[in-house]
C-alpha cells in the first residue's frame, strides 16, 4: 500500500505543478473554447450530415482534433521535468525522501496522464451535451469510451515514455524538443500511412471509424496497433526507471521495473509483429492472386449458362454448394474446366452426377479434370462443394493497402475500406468476391481492361439466424428455415446481404422499387414527408428521362436500394467504369446515406427557406421537397462528380452510385479476343450522359484541361495497347477509354447517319439483351445494315501511335432565301493533312431558340458551351444522346473538304470537336463576327465537297511565323529558387503540361496553357506566368532570309464576341438580335511589354491588353537584314498576369 500511497503523492503534485502551468492552462481553455465553438458549428449550425449521421463521428472528430494538439504539448510538459525537478523544493524533498525511483516516475506518468484525462473528459462531456441536444443525431455512449482509450492513452503513455527517456539520455531540452517535434511530424506528413499505419503513434491516419451497423470493422488491426505503443510506452518508462540519476532506494521496486520492462518490450513485439503480419499478409494474398492471374490469362474459361447456389451463414463463415451448367463457346475442345473461387473458400469435393471429379488448386484458381473433353458448343453440368470465410485482398489485387493512394474519408476521417462482411450479425458478399464459383479471372495483368462477362441464371437459397433477413436479386420466397431468390433475367452476378433488414415497396411503371434499411436508418421519411402522394410520379419522370438519356428502356423488373456499412467501399477498374455498389438491379447505399452529397435533406430543406425568405421567393414546402428529391437523385444516381486530389492535379471519378450500368453493362457485353478492351469502350460511350447546365467552375479556377485533352495528350506518345499494359495510376485509362469509345461511335455513326445508327443500335441492344455479342458478329451486322466495314479501322485504332490533325479555315456566314424562308448558310474549309484518318462534331452556338428537338432542347447542333475550357467534359458525341452535334464529318489522311451547313437559327459561332486528335484544346469555339446577306439561292447545296487543289495552308507564304510551340521559341531561366529553398534543398513545382489559366496557385514560371483562343496549328496554347519586374522573359527567334522592312505582329488570344451583318454590297452595322453578349475581358491582364530587335538596335513597346484586338496586333515597322530576328517579352505588367503566344513578320512588299 506504501507503493500506491508514494505514486500517489508524486501523482498529485505533479498535476497540481501542472495545472499551474502556464502553458497547460492556456492549451486547456484555448481547448474548451475552441472544441465548444466547433462542437456547436458542426454538429448543430451546419450539421455536417457526413458527420451528423453517424453518432461515434462526436467523440471521434473531438478525439482526433485534440490528440494532435496534445501529443505536442505532452512533449513539451514530459520533457520538461529533469529540468524542473531541480529547480522546485517541493521535487527536492521527494528526492531526499525515501521515494524509490519506481515510485517516482509512474507517479509523475500519472499525474500527467489523468490531467490530460480530465481534460479529454471535460471535451467529451461538452461533445456529449451538444450530442444530446441534436435532434439528428442518436448518441453511441460506448463510442465515447472507446475512443479514449483507442486514440488518448496509448498516445499520451507513449508521448510520456519516449519524453522521459530521451530527456535521461541526452539531457538536454532543446534537442529533446527538437528530436520528439521532428517525430511528431514524421508522423504527421509521412509515417501514418506506411506499412499498414504501424509507425502511427498518434492514430493520425489510422483507420477507426465506426459504424452504426456494424460498429468497429477492423477490431484486429485497431487493438494490436494501439496496444503496440501502449506498452511500447510502458516499456520507455520503465526504461526511465533504470536510468534515472537517483538511488533506487528499493531493490524490489528495481527488480519489478525490469520485470515490467521485459513484459512490455515482449508485449509490444508480440504486438508489433501481429500488426505488421496483418499488413504483410494482404499483400502477400494480393501478390498471390496476381501471380495466379498471371498464370490463367491466356487459358481459356467455360461459360456458366445456370448456377444454383444453396448458402448456409454460420458466424464468420459459410457453408455453400453450387450446382453449376457450363458451355464451351472457345471454338476448340476444353481439357480443363477453370473457375476462379476466394482462396479463403475451401473446396471440399466436386462432383458431375454421381462422379467425384479430379481437381487441384492454385491460390483462388480451381483446375478441374473431367471425364471426358468437353467440346465447342456442348454442355455439362457439375456441383462444388465448400466452405469457409473470405479474403477481401483478393478483390482488389492491382491496388495496395496504402491508405493515402487510396483515400476514403469522412470529413477528416480516414474509413477503413472493405469489400464484404461475415459475422453472425451481419454478412455482404458482392460477385467481386468470388463467393461462388465464376468462370472468369478477376483481374487481368497484361490487360487491366480486359474482362469477360457471363449472363447466368441464378437461384439462391439461404439459411440463417431466425432474426436475420437475407437479401439479394430476384423474387423472394420462404419457408420453415431457408429463403429462396429466383432473378428473372439472366444476371452477371449475384450479391447476398443478410442483416437485421426493414424495407419498404414502391411500384411505379411496372417496376418494383424496394428499400431494405436499418431501423431508426429511415430519415428521410420524416424529412420529404411532403412527397408520399407525389413520389410515384417523381420516380416515374426520373426513370423516363434516364430511359430517353440511354435510348433503351430499363431491363430489370425491380430495382433495390440497399442499406450497407458505411466502410463498404469499391475499387475503380479499367475494365469498367461500373463499380461494386451498382449491382444489376441492385444499388448498395452507404448508412443513412452519409458519404452522400444532398442527403441531410432537413438542414438543406432549412437553409433553402431562409435564404428564400432573403430573396422574397415564394414556395411551398413540397415545391422545396421536390427540388431537395430531385437533387439528391441526379447528384447520386444520374451525373455525380467526385473530385479527387492529388499530388499531379485534381480529376474527376464519376459517382460509385451511377445508375448507367443497369442500361448497358449488366444488360450487354460486347466480346473480342483480337480488341479484349472492347467492352470497356462500349461501356464509356454508352453509359455517359450528356451533362446539364455550366460547367465546372471549380475545375475552371483550377486550371484543369477536359478529359479529352488529357487523353489526347497521353495517346501522342502511347497506343491503346502500350498504355494498357503499362496501366498508369489516376485515371489516365479511364479518359483515354472514353476518348476512344467516342471516336469509335462517331465513325459508325458519319458511316451509317446520326439518327439512323441511333434507331438501329438501340433496337440492337434490346433483341440482344442479357447475351455476350461477339464483334465479329457486330461487324457482320453493321455491313448488312448499312454496307461498310469499320473492323478494318480498329488495327490503328488499337495498336497505333498516330493521329490526325485538322487545320480550319475560310469560315464564312451568309443569311439566304432558300424555298422562300430566310436561313443561315455556314461553310468552312477543313484539312487532316496527317497520315491517319479522323473525324470531327460540329454545332452551332445559336442566338434564341430553334425548333424544338428532343427532351425540349434547342434545334439539332445546339448545345451549351463550354468555351473549349475546362469542366472535365466533352459536350458533343457522348452517349446515345446525339442531339447536341448537327454533323460528323471524316476525313481521310491528307484530304481536304470544304463543309457546308444550313440552319434555321441565327448562328453566334460554331463548336468543333475534334475527339482523338492532335488538336489540344479539341474542343475548337469559333465565333461568327459576320453574317453576310445573300441573294435568294434555289440551288442544291452540296454539304461536303472534296477539294483536289493544294493542299490547305496554315499561313501565307510572305509570312514568318513563331509560336511558342516551335523550336525558335525560349523560356529561359524558368526558376529562381529562394536563398532559404536552396539552404532546404526545396525545388518549384515546374509543369511541362499543358494547363488552363489557374486563378489560384499562379506560377513563378511560364506555364504552358492552351485555349481555343490561342494561336497554333493543331495545339492551341500560349504560355503565362506571374507580373513581375521585367527578372523573367521569353523570346522568338526567327531567320530572316529576304532584306527589307517587316510589319511586327504578336498574337493577343482572346475571344471577340462581336457581331455584324450586313448585305453582300457592304450596307450598314447592326448588332445581333438579343441582349449585347460582348465579354468583358480578363483585368487580370493589363500592359505587355515586348521589346523588338532589328537592325538599328532594339524599341520596346507597350502593348495594352485591354484595348488590343483579339488576333494579330501590329507592335511596329522594322528593317531586318538577313539573320536572326528576336522579339522579348518580359513578366513586368501593372496586372497579375503575363501571357504570350506567337510573333509573326510580315515582309512588306
Known sequence: MSFLHNAGTVARYEAKTLRRSWFFRLFSLGALVIFTFMNIGVFIADESWELV??????????????????????????????????????????????????????????????????????????????????????????????????????????????????????????????????????????????????????????????????????????????????????????????????????????????????????AAVFFGLNTYSIHRDKSDAKKAVTEANRIFEDRRFPVVKEASIELIHRGESIEASANLKITNDNGEPLDYYLFSLNPSLTVNKITAGNISLQYSRTNHIIEIVPSSKLLSGESDSLTITYAGSINESFCSPNYSDNIKENRYRIAMLNVNKRQSFLNDKYLLLTPETHWYPVASLNYYPSNPARIKIDFTKYSLRVKTKENLTPVSQGRQTSDTNWYSFLPENPLTGLTLAIGNYRSDTLTVDSVVYITHYFPGNDYYKKDLSELKDTLPFLVSGIMRDLETSFSTRYPFRTLTLLEVPVQFYSYPKNSTQTRAEVQPGMILLPEKLSTLDNSGFSRRFESQKKRMARNNQVITDKELQVRLFNDFIRNTFISGVNSLFTRNGVYNEPSRYLLGPSFYFYKNNFHSAEYPVINAVFESHLQQLVQQGPPDRYSSMMGNLTDNDKANLVLKEHSLKDLLADNPSGDTIRVVIAVKGDWLFNLLRSKAGIEEFNTWFSKYCDDHRFERIDMLQFRDDIMNMFHFDFYPYLADWFNGKEQPGFIFSDLKANEIILEERSRYLVSFIAANHEKVPGLFNIAFRSEGQGAPGRRGQQMSGAFQPSGGGPGGRTMQGRGMETSDILRIVFLDSGETKKISLLTDVQPRGMMINTLFAKNIPGEINMPLNEILKAKINTGKISEEVEITAEPLQFSAPSEIITDNEDEGFKSGNQITASPLKRLFGITNRR????????????????????????????????????????????EWNTLIKDQGYYDVYCFVGKNAERMTIRDERGGGQGGAPGPDRERQEDSRFKDFHYKVFHDEGSDEITLDYENADAGWNNIGRYYFSPDTARVVLTNQSAGRLVIGDAIKWVKVE
Do not use: C
Open 991 to 1034: 509543369s511541362n503540361t499543358y494547363m488552363q489559366i489557374s486563378q489560384w496557385n499562379v506560377p513563378e514560371y511560364w506555364q504552358p496553357v492552351v485555349l481555343t483562343s490561342y494561336f497554333g496549328k493543331y495545339i492551341r496554347s500560349a504560355v503565362y506566368t506571374r507580373a513581375g519586374t521585367g527578372d523573367k522573359a521569353i
Open 53 to 266: 449521421s453517424i453518432s461515434s463521428s462526436v467523440p471521434l472528430v473531438n478525439l482526433y482534433l485534440l490528440n494532435i494538439g496534445q501529443a505536442i504539448v505532452v512533449i513539451f510538459l514530459a520533457a520538461d521535468f529533469l529540468k524542473r525537478d531541480k529547480k522546485l523544493d517541493t521535487n527536492e524533498v521527494l528526492y531526499t525522501r525515501s521515494i524509490s525511483n519506481f515510485e517516482y516516475v509512474l507517479g509523475k506518468t500519472w499525474g500527467i496522464i489523468r490531467l490530460f484525462l480530465g481534460l479529454n473528459l471535460i471535451i467529451l462531456g461538452i461533445g456529449l451535451i451538444i450530442n444530446i441536444i441534436s435532434k439528428k443525431m442518436s448518441v453511441d455512449i460506448m463510442a465515447y469510451f472507446e475512443y479514449l482509450l483507442i486514440i488518448t492513452l496509448p498516445t499520451i503513455i507513449f508521448s510520456l515514455g519516449l519524453a522521459f527517456l530521451l530527456m535521461s539520455l541526452i539531457k538536454n531540452q532543446a534537442v529533446t524538443f527538437l528530436i520528439l517535434l521532428g517525430i511528431a511530424a514524421l508522423d504527421m506528413f509521412w509515417l501514418w500511412f506506411r506499412v499498414g499505419s504501424i509507425f502511427d503513434y498518434m492514430a493520425f491516419g489510422l483507420p477507426i471509424f465506426k459504424s452504426g451497423i456494424i460498429g468497429f470493422d477492423n477490431p484486429e488491426v485497431i487493438i494490436n496497433q494501439r496496444l503496440l505503443y501502449f506498452f511500447s510506452g510502458m516499456a520507455l518508462v520503465m526504461g526511465t526507471v533504470l536510468l534515472f540519476k537517483r538511488l533506487p532506494q528499493s531493490s524490489l521496486h528495481t527488480i519489478l521495473a525490469i520485470v515490467f520492462l521485459a513484459v512490455s518490450l515482449a
